[in-house]
């Protein structure tokens, strides 16, 4: 099998997975000193809160993403083998190490809330060591709620033994509409 991650620029500075890349602002993000505590509000309905242990919010404690914020935190694809879906699936979205540095976090763990109130809990480090992605497309089409979406927090599983196992299966929550750092 080839490289089963494709994209266009690699970004070191915030994931460490070769082969994991990403387009637009996360990398000058990831570089860039942190600033005043407070982020863009969404102009659409919002499709994530996070919340918990975060230094930078737009109100009430928490930080709220609609499709628009999401898509302007750069871009990273996986291709890879899952086990609920045949042969590779092309994910597109945001680098949950863009998400965290956009939130700055204090903790160390995230607890992901599904919509069908799944929840499990992923390590900070996972983001940059694995180069976790939260996809919002799949196959080139935004995912529908239906069909795992509208995100999906997913894991190279084709770059390492190590992630075709149950722990990183469980941590790769669909569905997901909440994220509270601890």
Same mark, same amino acid.
């Given at each position: 099998? &080839?490289?089963?991650?494709?994209?266009?620029?690699?970004?070191?500075?915030?994931?460490?997975?070769?082969?994991?890349?990403?387009?637009?602002?996360a990398?000058?993000?990831?570089?860039?000193?942190?600033?005043?505590?407070?982020?863009?509000?969404? &102009?659409?309905?919002?499709?994530?809160?996070?919340?918990?242990?975060?230094?930078? &919010?737009?109100?009430?404690?928490?930080?709220?993403?609609?499709r628009?914020?999401?898509?302007?935190?750069?871009?990273?694809?996986?291709?890879?083998?899952?086990?609920?879906?045949?042969?590779?699936?092309?994910?597109?979205?945001?680098?949950?190490?863009?998400?965290?540095?956009?939130?700055?976090?204090?903790?160390?763990?995230v &607890?992901?809330?599904?919509l069908?109130?799944?929840?499990?809990?992923?390590?900070?480090?996972?983001f940059?060591?694995?180069?976790?992605?939260?996809?919002?497309?799949?196959?080139g089409?935004?995912?529908?709620?239906?069909?795992?979406g509208?995100?999906?927090?997913?894991?190279?599983?084709?770059?390492?033994?190590?992630?075709?196992?149950?722990?990183?299966?469980?941590?790769?929550?669909?569905?997901?509409?909440?994220?509270?750092?601890?």
């Amino acid at each position: 099998m &080839t490289n089963p991650m494709v994209g266009r620029r690699a970004l070191p500075a915030l994931i460490g997975t070769a082969g994991v890349t990403t387009t637009g602002p996360a990398r000058a993000q990831a570089q860039a000193p942190r600033r005043a505590s407070s982020l863009p509000h969404p &102009t659409q309905s919002p499709l994530l809160t996070i919340s918990g242990k975060i230094q930078a &919010t737009n109100g009430d404690g928490v930080a709220k993403f609609d499709r628009p914020m999401l898509n302007t935190m750069g871009s990273a694809t996986i291709v890879t083998s899952t086990p609920w879906h045949d042969g590779p699936v092309r994910f597109d979205g945001v680098p949950m190490a863009a998400l965290m540095e956009a939130v700055r976090p204090t903790g160390d763990t995230v &607890t992901a809330f599904a919509l069908n109130d799944y929840s499990v809990d992923l390590p900070l480090s996972d983001f940059t060591r694995f180069g976790v992605l939260l996809a919002t497309h799949k196959d080139g089409a935004p995912m529908r709620v239906r069909d795992q979406g509208p995100l999906f927090i997913i894991y190279p599983f084709d770059s390492a033994l190590e992630l075709r196992t149950r722990l990183y299966y469980d941590r790769s929550a669909w569905s997901v509409v909440q994220l509270i750092i601890r």
